[in-house]
């Protein structure tokens, strides 16, 4: 019976086709590491916060006098209404850990490299899509917090030079964070979802036309690539398991580690909490942000911050791939800029006392120094490994490489005489 | 195939379908927190059950009383009306009055006509529905379609000689 | 694998930034361990709802809600007064009268435990906290000039004896808040264990399948 639908679909749709080409048949590099994992497991999350957050909806009420008793109301009175809410909170706390362990793979391995470009790319309009969708959710539940970390957001917008405050009360439609605000926050947390589906659905489209790429940052000869059924699909779900072991332990015993204490008070308009600091996975941004003594300054070092990851492929300008396993410099540039981005991320979480401005600044010129440093990094380190000579291992690659290639150009060229 | 790799895919086998069990019986465990949500929450539940005074109806009167957020009618029946009630049936769905009502001076029945669900309205003989005509005499009999049925009747118990509680409790 | 290992102590301390910043303000509460029983819920319902509510409501909390702690419904008639069941703990009255008395409305307690850091801890020792000034004047050493009225009179009792049973009193009160601010935290523990116990396992029979698939590869 199965056995007959299915023909019957797939003399229509092709599925079986799609099906072995797209996922259990997908040639796939057989030394891809747990690093690997991460886009799949944020896959995963990205579907557990449309899950949840889809029946947390039919409780909730986007309006000012109404939503903080409604998350009150789902958090004592729904059925599992708790775990929904603490599925979500902490979904979107976990859904930034992986997308950052996600990226720090993509930039240590330098896998961002051509023919990838597009990839990186893709997945830098889905962080900021991402960022914006968490930055709209979190005033939904209308506590201090909330209410303030919109207030101090949407006033970055002032900066716009000219016509600043105009944009500020367009986009709040109201003069300060208001019912009217809230109201379109929410409508826009719930529709922003379905363009980051889109875009994941384009991330995937380029994945599949150029392939995974792997630690050693070639492409391997055709004999190292596996189907991805049955090793990678009990691979990533391994890896699935792990990460809601991990998941679960902060749901039901650790549920309000992400979720700051002042935001169990309801949104004052008129009384600012002592000390305002936004999620944690904005604190690096925030920290950046606060760095720059100008407005103006600030907001544009902040999302300068974000969009250079774009320039990447072009700011890594050496010949040999593979990131920091080939490139003892690439590596310590990277362990440098993680370490800073933890270091920009305490001084966003403390208040702006002297010191920690000064240590702000300094970090925030490491932060844009590695970017601008690349270039000439990267071409003097080429040189020097060029010179000492490659190793048997990269010589091994490259060669599997260029096989690969030329196979796949003789394969390309019957196909086109054939035609 | 040697005999050690066929003792091998034979475990593996095994160990597969043991997994997909276990994981197909987590994944549909995890389902029942969303489908439950969608319940009626704790505050809904608890309005399950009204409480009424039968003090303040006196006989002759009738009181709309909501349960569950549906219109209830609670008429003190006098004793010509009761006694004609016991007399009188419906020729659509036939019912003896001692069956319609606990004590025969209460008649309590839910007010959403049989027909489509609107609320009927009360006449001197019973009530009659606005939408499409259908009528009920006093013990919520139908007299005359569309409705195809007698007004149901809500579960309740007098749990006071004047205390009247509607709902299962 | 291991060449990524610093990255995640990297991100391990971006994580304890957050968790230092929780953590230093409520340092300096005392450490007394808040059992949740369902007597000390009750006695601490008790006292809240005789000693707190003439100032503070609890919003988020109705009186049916007190059914779960272990009240009887004859109890809870008793608490609730006049007050419809259904009803939240909540009086407007309350909201006009300290308003004109402090010039301030004082904070609702249903989330007040989840509001503070330290939670119940920090209920327990503001209660415990009133200390009398040289001057005669009563203060609140974690809350200096605070405008709650020391209502165990803690600052007035000397003798030993007498504040073990105020104190008492006062983890009782941080006990019932932490619950009316968390009703389900009982519930979410024991799915918990069910929960991290079946992914423990499943985790394992997938380490298990991973492994015995890739096996196949070796040496090929």
């Known amino acids: ?419 | 195939m040697s005999e050690q790799e066929l003792e091998d895919r034979e475990r593996r086998d095994f160990l597969g379908k043991v997994t997909a069990a276990v994981g197909g019986a987590g994944a549909a465990a995890a389902c029942w927190p969303f489908i439950s949500s969608m319940n009626p929450a704790t505050n809904v539940l608890s309005k399950a059950t009204t409480e009424i005074e039968l003090s303040m109806i006196p006989e002759g009167e009738t009181k709309t009383v909501s349960w569950q957020g549906k219109p209830v009618f609670v008429v003190h029946r006098s004793p010509d009306q009761i006694a004609a009630m016991s007399k009188s049936n419906s020729r659509i769905d036939p019912q003896p009055d001692e069956e319609r009502a606990k004590k025969s001076e209460w008649l309590v029945v839910v007010g959403i006509c049989t027909h489509l669900g609107c609320v009927p309205n009360k006449t001197d003989k019973g009530w009659s529905c606005p939408c499409h005509g259908s009528e009920y005499d006093l013990s919520g009999r139908v007299l005359k379609g569309p409705a195809p049925k007698n007004l149901e009747l809500p579960p309740y118990d007098f749990v006071a000689d004047d205390k009247l509680l509607i709902g299962k409790t | 694998m291991r060449a990524m290992l610093p990255s995640l102590m990297a991100l391990l301390c971006v994580m304890s930034t957050y968790d230092l910043r929780a953590a230093s303000p409520s340092s300096s509460l005392a450490d007394v361990e808040l059992s949740h029983e369902s007597e000390n819920l009750k006695r601490g319902a008790q006292f809240v709802l005789s000693m707190c509510t003439g100032c503070h409501n609890l919003t988020y909390v109705k009186y049916r809600e007190l059914l779960r702690i272990g009240f009887n419904h004859q109890e809870v008639a008793e608490l609730k007064g006049d007050n419809d069941i259904n009803a939240p703990i909540f009086s407007p009255d309350i909201v006009e009268m300290t308003k004109s008395l402090f010039g301030l409305v004082p904070p609702d307690l249903s989330l007040i435990a989840k509001a503070r850091e330290g939670k119940g801890r920090y209920i327990y020792t503001l209660l415990t906290s009133y200390h009398q000034n040289e001057d005669g004047s009563v203060d609140n050493s974690v809350f200096p000039g605070i405008r709650m009225p020391d209502v165990l009179s803690y600052s007035s009792t000397t003798d030993d004896q007498d504040r073990k049973v105020l104190e008492e009193q006062a983890r009782d009160a941080a006990v019932f808040l932490e619950w009316t601010a968390d009703p389900h935290a009982n519930d979410r523990r024991t799915m918990g264990y069910y929960v991290m116990g079946y992914l423990i396992v499943f985790t394992f029979l997938l380490w298990f399948l991973k492994r015995r698939t890739w096996s196949q590869l070796e040496g090929k």
Not at chain 1, 38 to 64: C, E, N, R, W
Not at chain 1, 91 to 115: N, Q
Not at chain 1, 377 to 402: A, N, P, Q
């Open chain 1, 1 to 419: 019976m199965a056995r007959l639908v299915i023909s019957w679909i797939d003399r229509r749709f092709p599925l079986t086709k799609f099906i072995k080409h797209e996922l259990t048949e997908y040639p796939t590099p057989r030394n891809l590491n747990y690093w690997w994992n991460f886009g799949f497991l944020a896959g995963f999350v990205l579907v557990l916060q449309i899950i949840s957050g889809v029946f947390l909806a039919m409780h909730y009420k986007p309006d000012a006098l109404l939503a903080f008793a409604s998350i009150e109301h789902i958090m004592r009175e729904v059925n599992y209404g708790w775990l929904l809410r603490y599925l979500h909170s902490t979904g979107a706390s976990a859904f930034f850990v992986v997308i950052f362990i996600h990226m720090a793979r993509t930039l240590y391995y330098g896998t961002y490299r051509a023919p990838r470009e597009l990839m990186w790319w893709t997945g830098q309009v889905l962080l900021v899509l991402l960022m914006a969708t968490a930055f709209m959710g979190y005033l939904l539940p209308w506590g201090q917090m909330s209410y303030w970390g919109a207030q101090v957001i949407t006033n970055l917008f002032g900066a716009t030079p000219m016509i600043g405050d105009e944009v500020v009360v367009w986009l709040r439609g109201d003069f300060v964070v208001g019912d009217a605000t809230i109201n379109r926050f929410f409508v826009l947390h719930f529709l922003f979802p379905f363009l980051i589906c889109g875009m994941v659905l384009i991330h995937l489209v380029a994945l599949h036309y150029v392939r995974s790429s792997n630690p050693s940052g070639f492409n391997l000869d055709a004999k190292d690539n596996i189907p991805f059924h049955p090793y990678f699909t009990t691979k990533d779900l391994f890896g699935l398991g792990v990460f809601l072991v991990i998941f679960c332990f902060f749901v039901f015993f650790y549920p309000e580690f992400f979720i700051e204490s002042e935001n169990n008070i309801p949104a004052d308009p008129l009384n600012t909490p002592a000390h305002i600091v936004p999620e944690w996975y904005f604190l690096p941004f925030y920290a950046i942000l606060r760095a720059i003594p100008d407005m103006l300054g600030g907001v544009v070092a902040m999302v300068l911050s974000i969009l250079i990851f774009t320039a990447m492929p072009y700011l890594d300008r050496s010949k040999i791939p593979g990131g920091s396993r080939y490139r003892p410099a690439y590596r310590i540039l990277f362990y440098v800029f993680v370490v800073n981005v933890a270091v920009l991320a305490y001084v966003g979480a403390q208040p702006p006392t002297d010191a920690m401005t000064l240590l702000g600044r300094i970090a925030t010129f490491i932060y844009f120094g590695v970017f601008l440093l690349l270039p000439f990094l990267s071409k003097h380190e080429e040189k020097w490994l060029l010179e000492r000579g490659l190793s048997r291992e990269v010589l091994d690659l490259i060669e599997g490489e260029e096989s690969h290639e030329r196979r796949r150009k003789a394969t390309a060229r019957r196909e086109e005489t054939k035609r």
